[in-house]
C-alpha cells in the first residue's frame, strides 16, 4: 500500500499528464493492486512493456510512481507513491490550459466508472452472497445551494478518509467507492 494517503494537484500541466487513459490506469492498477513490473501491467493493459514503461517513467518524474528497491535491470518493479489524487477545478480552470484539461479529466473520470459499474454488473451474480449484499448502488437528489453541495462532498470525503484511517483491513479485498455531487441543468429523459 502507498506510504501517502493523497496528493493534490493544481497544476494544469500535471494533471494533463494524469488525464492520459494509459498513464490513469497504470496508476489505478498500482493503488488497487500494489507493486507491479511493466511487463505485468502490459499484460493486464493490453499494452506493449515498452509503452508502459515509458508511462512508468512519465509518472515517476513526476512523483506520482516510484521504482521498487530490489529489482532487476530485465525487471523493475514500480509501486504508487500515494493512494489517491485530489484536485478541485477553480485551482486549474483559469490557468492556461486549464479549462480542456478539466474537461478531458472529467470525460475520463466518468469513462473509469462507467467501466467500473459495467464490470460489477457483470460480475455481480458470481460474488458471494455477503458481497452482494453488501453492494450498494444509490442515486439521491437533494435540493442544495453550491455551498451546501461543496459541504456535502467533503463530508462524505471526509467519512471516507475516515474509514481509511480507522476501519481499513488491507487484509480484505478491494471495495469500491463512487462519490459523485453533481448538478444538471436539466435531468436526462
Known amino acids: 500500500m502507498p506510504d501517502e494517503p493523497s496528493i493534490a494537484v493544481h497544476d494544469p500541466r500535471v494533471l494533463r499528464a494524469l488525464a492520459h487513459p494509459l498513464r490513469n490506469a497504470l ?3 498500482l493503488r488497487s493492486e500494489g507493486p507491479s513490473t511493466a511487463s505485468r501491467l502490459g499484460q493486464r493493459l493490453a499494452e ?4 508502459t514503461s515509458y508511462h512508468l517513467r512519465q509518472l515517476a518524474a513526476l512523483g506520482f510512481v516510484e521504482e521498487v528497491p530490489g529489482g532487476t535491470a ?3 518493479w514500480w509501486r504508487a507513491r500515494h493512494r489517491s489524487t485530489r484536485w478541485q477545478t477553480e485551482d486549474v480552470l483559469d490557468q492556461p490550459g486549464g479549462r480542456e484539461v478539466v474537461e478531458e479529466f472529467t470525460h475520463l473520470s466518468l469513462s473509469v466508472q462507467r467501466r467500473m459499474l459495467a464490470a460489477h454488473a457483470e460480475q455481480r451474480e458470481d460474488l458471494e452472497p455477503e458481497w452482494r449484499n453488501a453492494t450498494s448502488l444509490n ?3 437533494l435540493h442544495l445551494s453550491p455551498a451546501a453541495a461543496r459541504e456535502l462532498a467533503e463530508e462524505l470525503n471526509g467519512v471516507l478518509q475516515r474509514w ?3 476501519r481499513e483491513d488491507p487484509a480484505q479485498p478491494l471495495v469500491s467507492v463512487l462519490v459523485d455531487v453533481f448538478r444538471l441543468a436539466e435531468h436526462p429523459s
Open 139 to 141: 442515486d439521491w437528489g
Open 74 to 76: 530485465r525487471e523493475r
Open 48 to 51: 506493449s512493456s515498452g509503452s
Open 27 to 29: 496508476l489505478g492498477l
Open 164 to 166: 481509511r484511517a480507522e
